[in-house]
């Protein structure tokens, strides 16, 4: 594939990342239905309803586009996890990660 089929996706990836991230901390901030509604509360010209809407099509839309940018990427994937599970101590790093990252939102989520 083209240098900048993957570069366009990249940037594609990125752009949703960065629009989840936003509307993510806006949906996060807004107060309930009934008072954002009385109060017209917006987050960058956004009502709380619309912010909902962007955030969740642009969810579908990263699904989409994560999908192309493995399919571009399978063969350096395939490489990279036939590596991890060759070498046990990149194995371990990788397994200690993803424990951490369990445990971390097992405790962020459920209080410890």
Request: charge should be positive; glycine fraction near 10%; avoid cysteine.
């Amino acid at each position: 594939m083209s240098r900048s089929l993957r570069t366009l996706v990249d940037v594609l990836l990125l752009t949703g990342i960065i629009v989840m991230g936003v509307t993510g901390i806006g949906m996060y901030l807004a107060p309930s239905g009934r008072v954002a509604r009385a109060t017209h509360w917006t987050y960058l010209g956004l009502d709380k309803h619309t912010l909902g809407e962007v955030h969740t099509y642009f969810g579908f839309a990263m699904l989409a586009i994560v999908t192309v940018h493995v399919l571009l990427n399978w063969k350096p994937l395939k490489a990279l996890l036939k590596n991890i599970l060759t070498d046990s101590r990149e194995l371990i790093r990788v397994a200690v990660t993803f424990v951490l990252l369990i445990v971390g939102l097992e405790i962020y989520l459920y209080g410890g």
